[in-house]
């Protein structure tokens, strides 16, 4: 089955300053990669996602990128604000079901 | 749109008493899934129904977890007989497609 690794597990950035979390995936089938934020004792919401077709996509100050020779994605935040922190979550898919999900990055944005 | 419906939002109850989680997706979605989240094991998915069928249940930790799918616009989760490591917060989520929207999730603690 698929395998998504995420990295880092905690990542502390100053406000303002862009932050990067990188995953990757083990099953070149994967066509659909979302990003989740959760904070804290809230439900994880979509706030990103790309498709195997694209090599890069843009929402204001988040973007995500796919290397799908390498199969690896990555979040980037930019002008980052505090908050921001929250743990983010990276997952893939082949099924168009299931979402296999990374163990998350815990990120803390300080003023 | 209210978006995924979860009750109740939290549930305390003694070792060897039935639980039962509820959830009403979005309107139209036709994927519906339960997940558990600790902060051992992170993000675990434990079903998934596609038009009220289960597809996957290998994620059910043992035969005292049941999930039904009666219709399109109800789901729950049963644990009989819960037990002090079911504590953890349980999510549902559904999904037209890939994208996965979740519910609040709920807070299940057992003493």
């Known amino acids: 089955g698929e395998n998504v690794e995420q990295h880092p597990s905690t990542l502390s950035v100053q406000e303002g300053d862009s932050a990067v979390i990188k995953c990757t995936y083990s099953d070149s089938a994967s066509n659909y990669f979302p990003w989740y934020k959760q904070e804290l004792g809230k439900r994880p919401q979509l706030i990103i996602d790309i498709r195997s077709n694209v090599g890069e996509k843009k929402d204001q100050r988040i973007a995500v990128t796919l290397n799908k020779t390498a199969k690896h994605f990555s979040l980037h935040i930019t002008e980052t604000q505090p908050e921001d922190s929250a743990v983010y979550f990276c997952?893939?898919?082949?099924?168009?079901?299931?979402?296999?999900f990374g163990k998350g990055t815990s990120l803390l944005v300080t003023p | 749109d209210a978006g995924v419906i979860q009750s109740p939002r939290h549930e305390v109850t003694e070792m060897g008493q039935e639980v039962t989680l509820r959830c009403k997706p979005i309107?139209?979605?036709?994927?519906l899934f339960w997940y558990r989240q600790t902060m051992m094991r992170g993000l675990e998915l434990l079903i998934y129904?596609?038009?009220?069928?289960?597809?996957?249940d290998s994620g059910m930790p043992e035969d005292r977890f049941s999930a039904k799918m009666p219709n399109a616009s109800f789901s729950t989760l049963k644990i009989q007989p819960s037990e002090p490591r079911d504590s953890a917060v349980y999510f549902c989520?559904?999904?037209?497609?890939?994208?996965?929207?979740f519910g609040p999730g709920t807070r299940l603690t057992v003493t």
């Open positions: 997952a893939a898919t082949d099924s168009g079901y299931a979402l296999n």
């Open positions: 989520a559904s999904s037209p497609g890939q994208s996965q929207y």
């Open positions: 309107s139209g979605h036709n994927s």
């Open positions: 129904f596609n038009n009220n069928v289960p597809i996957d």
